[in-house]
């Protein structure tokens, strides 16, 4: 066909010469487009003879079929299709052909002179002719046609025939040897014989090439080896038995598997590690059948020729996740069937569970994170309260010779004065005192009647010099259950003294007053002194170091604070302490 279509546009080309240029282009362009048509056309019914040496062809690899019972006195017409290593395929064994866009409509079932054989293979399928040799041949003819209608070879004799190491079955040597021939898939080819002036045909042999997809027929696992070994030694399995080896759960995927269809995923239990996938299809070759697997997305085994030679794919050592099963005879590679799967995790497997460890964790982290950062911040606050510590000792250290320097200055007094039994009373005073004073020095912090009364205390003595007022107002607070800083209030008293009502006499007046007002408590001193200049506050060295130390203090205090004011008037000075958050 294609030589006479390249003989038209040639013929064509010769005539268009001779019109214009504009015609000829156009109608050139026509016929090119007609001539693709046609070869389009000639392409979708290809075949192909090989007319190849017999003794070249690998029959090992053939199966045979005829239709006589007397192999010795029968001309008959065998056809041989390529095995590949697979028996058949399912249902469909070699007699059981169905065409389709055919006039051959019904099942075979090898009558007297017409056969349908299902080919798989893309290769070539061969005729031979037993009882028809050299000294007959010339008796017979034959031809190929294609899908019934088209005419791959016309009548013809036969020419070629077998040798003495060709032998199949019981028939005779040097048989007629017809060829091999090929077409694609879903379409087949009818080699008819007959005699010679004879319209009637003696044999006739149609081979369909049919596509194929490996289907699994069921599922085996670990549980169910009996079950599958019983089912290797006999094909035939009951519904029964199949319903006993279903170990898992089916779902359908969102994903089209190769045949267009909704892929079905089974669900295996977790911990199933070994899988076997039995195929309807009778397999004696690991070569025919080939596979590939992949997890979540990743190739695991690329494809391979199957481990065993036969008709199951039998997969090892497997871990939970998501797979496809991917598989494929050899002699069809394109066309591929996939199957998924998914083994369920352990729940320590799960993502949840990794998920939770994770945040553990991070928690865990996080602690131990804090927990240093903490103890770091604890030996951090540890050292400076430790040097606080020191420091306030420094300062209660000087605090304390500067009260027994007054003291004694204050004894000095009486004694010049010749107020001998006042001195006595106040050096037995004042040895109590200071005796009280060295128990509580130690502590930081006492409670406010104790160091009310050491107040009240060094107040008297003062009045044996002095002979000044003394008041101490509460309001609603118990002393007892309130702490204060030892010897905070004593250098105020003292300044008081000293500096506001010693001229005074009888005429000064020093009032203590202890108030609350939400959770802070108020000390207020004050006393009818001639007040100072705010200059004059660095002058007193009690005020001084009482100033540094509520500094250091206050750096001590977590959540609380002590506030200390003084205002100094013409006719009184008054020093307000404020304990903040201190009830």
């Not at 866009?101 to 037993?130: A, I, M, R």
């Not at 005020?543 to 004011?565: F, V």
Request: hydrophobic share 40%.
């Amino acid at each position: 066909m294609l030589p006479d279509i390249i003989f038209a546009r040639h013929y064509s080309f010769h005539i268009f010469r001779k019109k214009n240029l504009h015609s000829e282009k156009k109608r050139l362009f026509l016929l090119c487009i007609l001539a693709c048509i046609i070869n389009c056309t000639n392409a979708q019914v290809k075949w192909r003879d090989d007319s190849i040496p017999f003794n070249k062809i690998e029959w090992n690899n053939m199966s045979t079929s005829y239709f006589s019972d007397d192999a010795d006195k029968m001309i008959a017409l065998v056809t041989a299709i390529p095995y590949n290593g697979i028996d058949f395929i399912g249902m469909n064994k070699e007699l059981d052909l169905f065409y389709t866009s055919s006039y051959y409509k019904y099942q075979s079932n090898l009558s007297n002179h017409f056969q349908k054989l299902d080919t798989y293979d893309s290769g070539n399928v061969y005729f031979v002719t037993p009882g028809i040799f050299k000294n007959n041949a010339d008796s017979f003819e034959f031809r190929i046609l294609k899908d019934g209608k088209v005419v791959m070879k016309p009548w013809c004799e036969i020419t070629q025939f077998t040798d003495s190491n060709f032998q199949l079955n019981s028939f005779r040597k040097f048989c007629g040897f017809l060829g091999g021939y090929h077409t694609g898939f879903n379409h087949f080819i009818t080699v008819e014989l007959r005699r010679k002036n004879n319209l009637k045909n003696i044999a006739e042999s149609s081979v369909y090439w049919k596509q194929i997809h490996p289907h699994i027929a069921s599922v085996y696992t670990s549980d169910d080896l009996n079950i599958f070994l019983k089912r290797l030694k006999s094909a035939y399995t009951s519904p029964e038995e199949l319903n006993e080896s279903k170990k898992y759960t089916e779902e359908y995927s969102t994903i089209e598997d190769s045949l267009n269809h909704r892929a079905k995923m089974w669900i295996f239990n977790a911990g199933e590690s070994n899988l076997i996938f039995y195929l309807n299809a009778s397999i004696y070759w690991k070569g025919a059948l080939e596979y590939s697997l992949l997890k979540n997305g990743k190739v695991v085994k690329d494809w391979q020729p199957n481990d065993y030679d036969n008709n199951f794919v039998w997969l090892h050592n497997l871990s939970n996740g998501n797979y496809e099963l991917k598989m494929r005879y050899r002699m069809q590679r394109p066309n591929v069937s996939t199957y998924l799967f998914k083994i369920k995790p352990f729940w320590y497997q799960t993502n949840a569970f990794v998920a939770a460890c994770i945040i553990f964790g991070l928690l865990l982290l996080t602690l131990i994170i804090f927990f240093i950062l903490s103890r770091r911040r604890l030996a951090l606050q540890k050292t400076k309260t430790q040097k606080l510590q020191l420091e306030l000792r420094s300062v209660r250290s000087q605090l304390n010779p500067h009260f027994v320097f007054n003291a004694l200055s204050s004894i000095q007094s009486l004694l010049k004065q010749s107020k001998l039994e006042e001195a006595d009373y106040y050096f037995t005073e004042f040895s109590s005192l200071l005796r009280d004073t060295m128990r509580n020095n130690e502590k930081e912090m006492l409670p406010l009647h104790i160091e009310l009364q050491t107040i009240e205390t060094y107040v008297k003595l003062e009045q044996l010099r002095f002979a000044f007022k003394y008041q101490i107002k509460i309001e609603d607070i118990d002393t007892s259950a309130v702490e204060v800083p030892s010897l905070l209030l004593q250098p105020i008293i003292e300044n008081a003294v000293k500096h506001g009502i010693s001229k005074m006499r009888k005429e000064g007046e020093i009032i203590l007053s202890v108030t609350s007002k939400g959770k802070d408590m108020i000390i207020t001193i004050m006393d009818n002194g001639n007040g100072f200049s705010p200059s004059q506050q660095t002058e007193g060295f009690g005020l001084k170091l009482t100033k540094e130390r509520l500094n250091l203090i206050n750096q001590t205090l977590i959540e609380q604070y002590i506030d200390m004011h003084i205002e100094s008037k013409a006719i009184a000075t008054t020093v307000l302490f404020t304990f903040k958050n201190w009830l």
